[in-house]
């Protein structure tokens, strides 16, 4: 399925038009109110500098924290719209409305190359449930659609998906944002025409979470590398004692089946670094995976298993990375990850294509200052896990289909 995108619009489908843009400025405060990090921000950034160069007058919509369908004064967007116009280098008005005259008024107010940013859609009850009135109400605002938020295109909420309905049900154009196309074109490519030896790392707290996509890549990968607590109930599988470790004793039936299934693709760690407690300062061990202490918990992978991985990422010409390999968050259990990160970084440097998906291993890779080592860092998490299930995301379906 192929979607229009900003790219295919021509300028007189911008110039003077009012484009309301969703983004996902759902981004941490301070506890002064003000932005903590603006990454989200950046990365709505080309999008709306190709608009305000169009001559387009840009709405946008986004939704914060999670207000459940009532105004809450901490959760308004107001923040945003600051450090947005320190960034664009311009004004950006808010509005303390979403939808109604207020919100009508200021979009028809604006000049052109001029942006308005509205208040968080999830003030509104109508938002997550898709109430087809809400959807209208907001396409009323609009002449063009523009989804740039991914983190939340695997929601059909009145924003993301609703609105983009309503407007191409009246023959105006849904398209996607720039960074949607990017995310579209990096985790798509790696799933239908992944350049070869493809790899994917799996890692993070939990297998059930991440099944479905390990069986959506098994087919299509080369190798699948995994670490990770989720590693500890494969090691169940094999009939190894995990002491206390995470386990999901639920799905080791399961793993025993995955691991006939996949035979040679699936790696797994070979040793683990080990602690009684998940806490920095304790006295950590580094075994083989099948003599784990009782009372010890695997948190990490272990050199020679970094060993192993970091030999298949050598070949490898993509890479897609989810979920790091230990307990990164502490610094004695992040040796794993940091490792696994170094070797995707220089794999791009050698011309891989290297893609980080999940929120905790973007925040790895940023932590070591290798976000710019990678091909692509995408910005969904949620939505990246449903996109690499082969799930359709529901405001991405809603858009224009390419002719
Ligand atoms: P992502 O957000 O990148 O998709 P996940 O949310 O699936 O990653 O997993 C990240 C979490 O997994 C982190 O909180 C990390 O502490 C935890 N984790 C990773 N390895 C282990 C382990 N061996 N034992 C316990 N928790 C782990
Ligand atoms: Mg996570």
């Known amino acids: ?59 946008l919509l986004s939704h914060f924290g999670r207000p459940k369908g009532k105004p809450v004064p901490a959760m308004s967007l107001r923040p945003v719209a600051d450090r947005l116009a320190g960034m664009l280098g311009s004004e950006v008005r808010f509005v303390e409305a979403t939808v109604g005259r ?15 940013l509205l208040e968080n859609t999830r003030f509104l009850p109508g938002e997550e449930a898709n109430d087809g009135e809400l959807a209208r109400h907001l396409a009323g605002l609009a002449d063009v659609y523009v989804n740039d938020a991914f983190g939340a295109a695997h929601r059909a909420h009145a924003s993301t998906a609703g609105v983009a309905e309503v407007l191409r049900g009246q023959g105006k154009p849904a398209v996607a944002g720039l960074l949607l196309q990017r995310e579209l074109d990096y985790l798509g490519g790696a799933l239908e025409a992944p350049e070869r030896p493809f790899v994917a790392v799996l890692g993070g707290a939990k297998i059930s979470g991440k099944i479905d996509v390990i069986e959506h890549l098994l087919p299509s990968v080369d190798r699948l590398l995994i670490g990770g607590a989720m590693a500890n109930t494969f090691f169940r599988a094999l009939g190894h004692d995990t002491g206390a470790s995470l386990v999901e004793e639920e799905r080791v039936e399961l793993a025993r089946t995955l691991l006939d299934r996949a035979g040679a693709k699936l790696v797994l760690p070979v040793d683990a670094i080990v602690a ?79 893609i980080v998906g999940g929120g905790d291993s973007a925040a790895a890779v940023a932590a070591l200052g290798l976000a710019d080592r990678m091909s692509h860092v995408s910005t969904g998490g949620g939505a990246s896990l449903e996109f690499l299930e082969g799930k359709t995301l529901p405001g991405v379906a809603a858009l224009t289909d390419r002719r």
């Open 276 to 354: 009684r407690e998940v806490q920095a300062g304790e006295e950590t061990r580094v075994v083989a995976r099948e003599a784990i202490p009782e009372g010890f918990r695997a948190l990490d992978v272990g050199p020679q298993t970094v060993a192993k991985f970091r030999r298949v990422l050598e070949s490898a010409r993509t890479v897609l990375w989810n979920g790091p390999m230990g307990v990164a968050e502490i610094p004695a259990f992040a040796r794993g990850t940091e490792a696994v990160a170094a070797t995707i970084a220089a794999a791009t440097d050698r011309g891989a294509v290297t």
């Open 1 to 59: 399925m192929r979607k229009l995108g900003l790219r295919d619009l021509g300028p007189e489908e911008l110039r003077g038009r009012r484009v309301l843009v969703r983004v996902d400025y759902n981004v941490p405060l301070n506890e002064d109110g003000t932005v903590a990090d603006d990454t989200r921000i950046t990365a709505t950034l080309p999008t709306l500098r190709l608009l305000r160069q169009a001559g387009a007058r840009v709405i």
């Open 102 to 116: 207020e919100a009508e008024a200021a979009a028809g107010e604006l000049g052109d190359g001029e942006a308005v």
